[in-house]
């Protein structure tokens, strides 16, 4: 089993609609989740940052983390044609050498006008 | 605040020749990380480097390797270069050990003929 699980996609919607993705990990360890964005050819760019569970909204997004289930999200709102990347999640521990950040594949992210 | 720099952006290799990456991490970050991203693998971690010293390692062989300097300017080579090293090479900064919350920057496109 992967240490973190991401449906790759590739995810279309229309201009204006709220997208949903999401991550799955095994690893209790984990204690900061993270959200990344990648334009083609392009490096990451830190969306969203948590610390263990919660909420935590920035203008359209919002990011959820459930440790008990596992299970971390990231909702776009209002969802624009410039949202069109690969978005993948990323989370890490502390201590014993889990400070690296272990991502998902990505899932690639279509918004048509 | 000028974000992570790496050079050079795009290099053309052959199978068995050496190369060396450099990476200026954000003005103030102690630790540069260092990741490959490929499409079947995804974005793995190679090391990090805090304060000059490695503190952490991923699963790769010995031909990858790094070091930081005193100012935080990072390099990785790869040695003996293999056909499947062909990837984006990725560097992030953060203040702390570990890479939670990290900038990352725009990455080397490595391809090995």
């Known amino acids: 089993q992967k240490e973190v699980e991401q449906d790759p996609g590739p995810l279309s919607v229309p201009e204006g609609a709220i997208v949903s993705l999401n991550c799955t990990y095994s690893n209790s360890a984990f204690q900061y989740f993270m959200w990344y964005r990648q334009y083609s050819r392009k490096g990451p760019e830190l969306l969203m940052y948590?610390?263990s569970s919660g909420n935590k909204e920035d203008g359209r997004f919002t990011a959820q983390v459930d440790k008990s289930s596992k299970y971390i999200s990231l909702f776009i709102r209002d969802s624009q044609p410039s949202d069109s990347a690969t978005y993948l999640c990323a989370m890490s521990g502390w201590g014993g050498g889990s400070e690296k950040l272990v991502f998902g594949k990505g899932t690639k992210l279509t918004v048509n006008p | 605040k000028a974000g992570v720099t790496q050079t050079p952006r795009y290099l053309i290799k052959t199978r068995g020749q050496q190369v060396t990456l450099s990476c200026s991490p954000i003005?103030?970050?102690?630790?540069v990380s260092w990741y490959q991203q490929t499409p079947g693998q995804g974005l793995q971690f190679l090391f990090e480097y805090f304060s000059e010293t490695q503190r952490n390692k991923g699963n790769f062989p010995g031909r990858f390797s790094g070091r930081q300097f005193s100012n935080s300017r990072s390099e990785m080579n790869v040695s003996t270069l293999e056909l499947g090293d062909s990837a984006l090479y990725l560097c992030a900064s953060s203040a702390n050990i570990g890479a939670a919350g990290a900038g990352f920057g725009p990455g080397t496109r490595l391809t090995v003929l």
């Open positions: 003005s103030g970050h102690r630790s």
């Open positions: 948590t610390y």
